[in-house]
């Protein structure tokens, strides 16, 4: 157990939905870390909070969006979902601003139906 | 373009072989390589490495860095069934899309 938690675990939903993944990072960690991974194109970098405030990005496409809270958890929102948007998507956390050690979350499973 | 290239795709061995799984990079202004283990979810991490030449080890597992060539190394060795995952590469870089680009990944299959 990394001690990044993420919920829900499974999330099926329709073309052009509307989602809400939630990350809890670990405890003292300031950044948290969203990927998506499907299975072409593998691991992919979608953006990155520190201690509340954007610090880089990645491909992260302009239906979806994100935010850390002031308690340092973060939600990724995914909107007019289609259905290439299936994928496991990660949070990760780390101490500091660099993702020099990142713990990883279990994940989310999004399906689009 | 930023890019992270690991090889093999997948390797099927048996208990007890050394394998050696290989990354290479183009990245903008290289800041770390990373190795990550990926069982049946979550990428647990294993090493980091930003000098050339130093070794990292941690049992049975050891990494390497070359920074000229641009590559990286992950070695196993007396391999075990326990060792089966897919072994994910990323850099840390500092270009217009920073953090980190991750490769394929290897899939590494250990038969007993």
């Known amino acids: 157990d990394s001690g990044v938690t993420q919920t829900p675990k499974h999330l099926i939903t329709a073309t052009g939905q509307r989602v809400t993944l939630r990350c809890s990072p670990r405890s003292g960690d300031l950044s948290v870390y969203w990927y998506q991974q499907s299975l072409d194109q593998g691991l992919q970098f979608l953006i990155q909070y520190y201690n509340g405030e954007e610090r880089a990005k990645g491909n992260i496409l302009e239906r979806f969006s994100a935010q850390q809270f002031p308690d340092l958890h973060s939600e990724l929102n995914l909107s007019s979902l289609e259905l290439g948007d299936s994928a496991l998507y990660f949070c990760?956390?780390?101490?500091?601003?660099?993702?020099?050690?990142?713990?990883f979350g279990p994940g989310t499973r999004l399906t689009v139906t | 373009e930023d890019k992270v290239v690991q090889s093999p795709l997948s390797l099927v061995v048996h208990e007890g072989d050394t394998v050696t799984l290989n990354c290479s990079y183009e990245?903008?202004?290289?800041?770390?390589l990373l190795w990550y283990k990926q069982e049946k979810k979550a990428p647990t991490f294993l090493f980091m490495l930003t000098s050339s030449g130093i070794e990292k080890k941690s049992g049975r597992l050891s990494s390497i860095l070359d920074k000229k060539e641009l590559f990286s190394i992950l070695n196993i060795t007396a391999t075990q069934t326990g060792d089966s995952a897919i072994y994910l590469c990323?850099?840390?870089?500092?270009?217009?899309?920073?953090?980190?680009?991750f490769g394929k990944g290897t899939k590494l299959s250990v038969k007993p």
């Open positions: 990323a850099v840390h870089h500092g270009g217009s899309q920073g953090n980190l680009i």
């Open positions: 990760a956390s780390s101490v500091g601003g660099m993702p020099n050690e990142q713990y």
């Open positions: 990245v903008t202004n290289f800041r770390s």
